[in-house]
C-alpha cells in the first residue's frame, strides 16, 4: 500500500524548543525539498534547547540558529495554517490548539504522542540520553508516517 506524503506539514508542541524543532529538523534532512516543513509552538517563551542542538548534531541536524515561534507568529509572519496539508502536534496542549485554530480549514491534524525529555535526568549523560530518545522516536514516526525518501506519493 503507498503512502500518501503531504507535501506540507507544521509540527507543534508546547514551546517550538524541543520537540517541533527536532522533527522539523529531522523531516528537511530526510525529505529535503521534497516537504515543506515548518514547526511552532502553542506558546514562545523559550529557546531552542541546547540538549536538542546536541542530539540533532549527532546525526547531522543542525539546529542552532533556529528561532522559536509561536502559532501566533507564524501567522503573523504569513504561514497561514490553512497552507498546510498536514499539522502534526507533539503534545496535548499543541493537540488542543491545532485542533481549535484549524476547524474551519480542510486540513489533518494528527497527534503523536512525543516523550518530553526536559528535566528528565540527573547527569548531562542521562540527560542526553532522554534527548537522544525523543529524537529516535520522532525519526520512526516520521519515517512511518512519510515513507521513504523520494517514493512516489
Known sequence: MAILRPSSVLYCCDYNAVRSPMAEGITKKIYGS???????G???ELEIDGFVVAVCSEIGVE???HRARSLEEMSDWGDDL????LVVALSPAAQRMALDQTRY???RVEYWPTLDPTGMGRSR???LSFY???RDQIIER???????PQATR
Open 82 to 85: 490553512s497552507s498546510f496539508d
Open 42 to 44: 502553542v506558546r514562545q
Open 142 to 148: 516520521i519515517r512511518q508516517r512519510f515513507g521513504d
Open 132 to 134: 537522544r530518545q525523543t
Open 125 to 127: 549523560e542521562e540527560m
Open 34 to 40: 521534497e516537504l515543506y516543513v515548518q514547526s511552532a
Open 63 to 65: 539546529l542552532s540558529r
Open 105 to 107: 480549514y480542510a486540513l
